[in-house]
């Protein structure tokens, strides 16, 4: 019978470290390049845009949906009866700046609506997030 | 005459600290965003269509139901609406700049018609939604 050396089991850290290597580079990556966003519970895909106003921290965020819904927090509503809620909203927490985010599907009825109904509650101008274009 | 203990390799516990390190990877692939958000603001609307002026110094953008867009009547493609709405309206700068936002037009042209009349420098940008746009 002839007999084989057998190979030394290869300790398991050895391969090991490459693969750590790409991951640590990987993680450094996330870490640098990406901005946290915070969770939310409507998805939207945003429109894209050209110009940029550079709003920032905007305290009410109205989310509209594809179907033409509009969310505030975790409230729904029909975008025609939207301007009353949004109103003691505001007055609540005592803001006129106001952020909508619609969908790029969005029906632009809805948006216009909601923004009808914001003048009425006193809000002069509005922010509409975009996404940037090529 | 005492053994020595043996000594322990200290690569042993690289175990742990890369589970640690993927759970962190696969947390920020999760949480990250590259979406560059941007700001547009835009002068809320009167409930009214009614008091839109209507004189020779206005020029309508049309988001029709079915998607397309037109200046004044003359079909555009959305990519071409800035340079269409500066060739329509010339040199004047008193003018007004009407969006008209039928039933079934998306918000996509409705932010590309509003982009547009900003950067044309109209003096007043209003928009307004119809049922129907009168043709």
């Known amino acids: 019978m002839i007999e084989f050396d057998e190979e030394p089991p290869r300790r398991q850290f050895e391969t090991l470290v490459?693969?750590?290597?790409?991951?640590?580079?990987?993680?450094?990556?996330?870490?640098?390049?990406g901005t946290m966003k915070p969770a939310e519970d409507v998805a939207v895909s945003?429109?894209?845009?050209?110009?940029?106003?550079?709003?920032q921290e905007v305290p009410t965020t109205l989310i509209v949906e594809a179907d033409g819904f509009v969310w505030l927090g975790d409230r729904v509503m029909d975008a025609q009866l939207s301007g009353v809620m949004v109103e003691k909203h505001l007055k609540d927490t005592n803001t006129k700046r106001v952020a909508i985010k619609a969908d790029a599907d969005a029906p632009a009825e809805a948006v216009l609506q909601l923004m009808e109904g914001l003048r009425e509650a006193g809000v002069e101008q509005v922010t509409i997030l975009t996404e940037r274009g090529q | 005459m005492f053994e020595e203990p043996i000594r322990k390799r200290g690569m042993a516990s690289l175990t742990p600290l890369i589970d640690v390190v993927f759970l962190l990877l696969i947390f920020f692939m999760l949480t990250t965003s590259f979406l560059q958000e941007q700001s547009l603001s835009v002068v809320t609307p009167a409930p009214s269509a009614d008091e839109l002026p209507k004189d020779a110094r206005v020029v309508e953008i049309w988001l029709n139901g079915d998607g397309s867009i037109a200046i004044d009547g003359e079909p555009v493609e959305r990519a071409a609406l800035s340079e269409g709405l500066k060739a329509a309206i010339g040199e004047r700068k008193d003018i007004t700049v009407t969006i008209l936002a039928e039933k079934g037009s998306r918000t996509q042209a409705l932010v590309s018609a509003v982009e547009a009349a900003r950067e044309s420098g109209a003096k007043n940008v209003g928009t307004a939604r119809v049922e129907k746009i009168a043709k």
């Open chain 1, 46 to 55: 945003l429109p894209e845009g050209m110009l940029n106003d550079r709003e």
């Open chain 1, 18 to 33: 490459p693969l750590i290597n790409v991951v640590f580079l990987l993680l450094i990556f996330f870490l640098l390049a």
